[in-house]
């Protein structure tokens, strides 16, 4: 298991950018599949993007392709969610989540999950 820890949420306009950063604690962070879902208020949790433990396979949900970018440091045990032409649909708790196997949107899969960190647009 790791252990995930994310920050850089907050409050930005609609068009903003806001970078999100997942820290991983315990066992080497390349070794696990990681992804991002978040959860809007009254509605179930959903994918938004994941990566691979060597960063070479990456896919995003339809709704923030060409605005959100995921990458990782493993040298950091980081991952980074960048967050560009925001819109108030974005609005929601970010979590982040890793897996020992292969990267997956399924939410299920995932046995390592972090706290989240709360992003909210204004108009």
């Known amino acids: 298991q790791v252990w995930l820890g994310e920050s850089g949420g907050g409050l930005v306009q609609a068009g903003g950018s806001l970078r999100l950063s997942c820290a991983a604690a315990g066992r080497a962070f390349s070794s696990y599949s990681a992804a991002w879902f978040r959860q809007a208020p009254g509605k179930e949790r959903e994918f938004v993007a994941g990566?691979?433990?060597?960063?070479?396979?990456?896919f995003y949900h339809g709704s923030v392709e060409g605005r959100f970018t995921i990458s990782r440091d493993n040298a950091k045990s980081t991952m980074y969610l960048q967050m560009d032409n925001l819109k108030p649909e974005d609005t929601a708790d970010y979590y982040c989540a890793a897996r020992s196997g292969l990267v997956t949107a399924y939410q299920g899969a995932y046995d390592s999950w972090g706290l989240g960190t709360q992003v909210t647009l204004s108009s």
């Open positions: 990566i691979s433990g060597a960063g070479d396979s990456i």
